[in-house]
């Protein structure tokens, strides 16, 4: 029986991929208390950048900011492998930090990282608040356009 939360996804039109293996000396989440550590996730959708380039020269904030939100769908698919499958545990979104690659003039990081953020409430409800940042960043892995990290607090 699915979840209130995988409902949620169901409702919104959202299908969580199996969460991208980490491709270096990492691992995908780290579990210390009730707190997951979420790793960077990229805008990846079917295994591929959905959005590369620039802020600010080959993407609009617009666009970077749909990037953002292809991240936080990979967050919330390693937040449910973390939960061993079952995302009604997630008391909690503490933290995201965005990185926005972005030209040296684009100073719209925020509006980008919403992307992430918005969909963090519009799944998790009040749970999905959460403090972060949002940087600029010269380049990203794979010339994607965002990368978008989480702590979690789980039940």
Known sequence: MAGKIDARLAELGIELSTPAAPVANYVAFVKSGNLVFLSGQLPLVGGK??????????????????????????????????????????????????????????????????GASDLMVEVFGDAGRHCRTAVAAPCLPLDVTVEVDAVAEIE
Request: glycine share 8%.
């Open 49 to 114: 950048p959905s959005h590369t380039g620039k802020a600010g020269a080959e993407q609009s904030a617009e666009e970077a900011q749909a990037a953002a939100r292809n991240c936080a769908i990979n967050i919330i698919a390693q937040l449910r492998a973390a939960c061993d499958g079952d995302l009604d545990r997630v008391k909690r979104v503490v933290r995201l930090g965005g990185f926005v690659a972005s030209t040296p003039d684009f100073v719209d990081q925020p509006k980008v990282v919403n």
